[in-house]
T-cell receptor
Framework: NAGVTQTPKFQVLKTGQSMTLQCAQD?????MYWYRQDPGMGLRLIYY???????DKGEVPNGYNVSRLNKREFSLRLESAAPSQTSVYFC????????????FGPGTRLTVL | RKEVEQDPGPFNVPEGATVAFNCTYS??????FFWYRQDCRKEPKLLMS???SGNEDGRFTAQLNRASQYISLLIRDSKLSDSATYLC???????????FGRGTSLIVHP
């Protein structure tokens, strides 16, 4: 039982390049989330998926797209990376009820030059 | 005003000390409350949920004050291994989308 896994762990991009961050969970959770964490800013929600087949914007969606590929997998795509997207990206999952807790992946450290 | 506010610290305490963190929230409809712990360069992990009657888990005690809209975390007999950032998390009624505070940094020194 791996929990939430993310790939890659580290990535360096040049401005304008694209990439996809992968996330998978093996806990049969309904909801999945993508956050970014910057120094002094805390965790900010980029996109979330309440259930398979649905996605919604969070607090900071600009510059990102997501795909809920199936119940297990939720990917985050940067179409044209910008230096402002340098951050640590965390994927999380939860059952999807108000009282439940989130489980986080180990994060992807992305640098955009 | 941010939805969830925490004192960023750092709180710098000696081993064995008792330390308390507060977190205030602005949405009076909030129903679910949690404390997460995040170690340096690691992912956040659930420390404990916060129940209306308050709850305790070993050296950790969490309290909820709905009237004043804050939650607290008390750590007794601090250990070096307690050094981390503590995140306050609030969910509003009926929502599964949590709102995270920016975290409070704790440093426990020998």
């Amino acid at each position: 039982n791996a929990g939430v896994t993310q790939t890659p762990k580290f990535q360096v991009l040049k401005t304008g390049q694209s990439m996809t961050l992968q996330c998978a969970q093996d806990m049969n959770h309904n909801s999945m989330y993508w956050y970014r964490q910057d120094p002094g800013m805390g965790l900010r929600l980029i996109y979330y998926s309440a259930s398979e087949g649905t996605t919604d914007k969070g607090e900071v969606p600009n510059g990102y797209n997501v795909s809920r590929l199936n119940k297990r997998e939720f990917s985050l795509r940067l179409e044209s990376a910008a230096p402002s997207q340098t951050s640590v990206y965390f994927c999380a999952s939860s059952q999807g009820s108000p009282a439940d807790t989130q489980y986080f992946g180990p994060g992807t450290r992305l640098t955009v030059l | 005003r941010k939805e969830v506010e925490q004192d960023p610290g750092p709180f710098n305490v000696p081993e064995g000390a008792t330390v308390a963190f507060n977190c205030t929230y602005s949405n009076s409809a909030s129903q679910s409350f949690f404390w997460y712990r995040q170690d340096c360069r690691k992912e956040p992990k659930l420390l404990m949920s916060v129940y209306s009657s308050g709850n305790e888990d070993g050296r950790f005690t969490a309290q909820l004050n709905r009237a004043s809209q804050y939650i607290s975390l008390l750590i007794r007999d601090s250990k070096l291994s307690d050094s981390a950032t503590y995140l306050c998390v609030v969910k509003s009624g009926g929502s599964y989308i949590p709102t995270f505070g920016r975290g409070t940094s704790l440093i426990v020194h020998p």
